[in-house]
Nanobody
Framework: QVQLVEFGGGLVQAGGSLRLSCAAS????????VGWFRQAPGKERDFVAA????????RYVDSVKGRFTISRDNAKNTAYLQMNSLKPEDTAVYYC????????????????WGQGTQVTVSS
């Protein structure tokens, strides 16, 4: 299996930017597809973005299109989520996830998860 660790969370003001990192180790063959999810207090964990190993196929939830960008550097075994124009409603714990084969956007389709990193956006 692959192990995932998220970095880069923190407190930012609305309109600011933040970049999250997801470092993978272990059997990175399971890191074919990387997804970012987020969970706000009292809410379900929701899909944010996903990317295939070759960075050709990407997916975004509508609420972050034009603001967030997912990317990856396979040589570094690291994926990123660049978050711009942050809004208070973006406040959540952000999770990195991985799966094999095809790109997906549903939580149940991802087998491997990081511990999450807190992102707080103030007004």
């Amino acid at each position: 299996q692959v192990q995932l660790v998220e970095f880069g969370g923190g407190l930012v003001q609305a309109g600011g930017s933040l970049r999250l990192s997801c470092a993978a180790s272990g059997r990175t063959g399971s890191w074919y597809v990387v997804g970012w999810f987020r969970q706000a207090p009292g809410k379900e964990r929701d899909f944010v973005a996903a990317i295939r190993w070759d960075s050709i196929n990407t997916r975004y939830v509508d609420s972050v299109k034009g603001r967030f960008t997912i990317s990856r550097d396979n040589a570094k075994n690291t994926a990123y989520l660049q978050m711009n124009s942050l809004k208070p409603e973006d406040t959540a714990v952000y999770y990195c996830a991985a799966r094999m084969y095809t790109i997906a956007t549903m939580e149940k389709d991802f087998s491997f998860w990081g511990q999450g990193t807190q992102v707080t956006v103030s007004s």
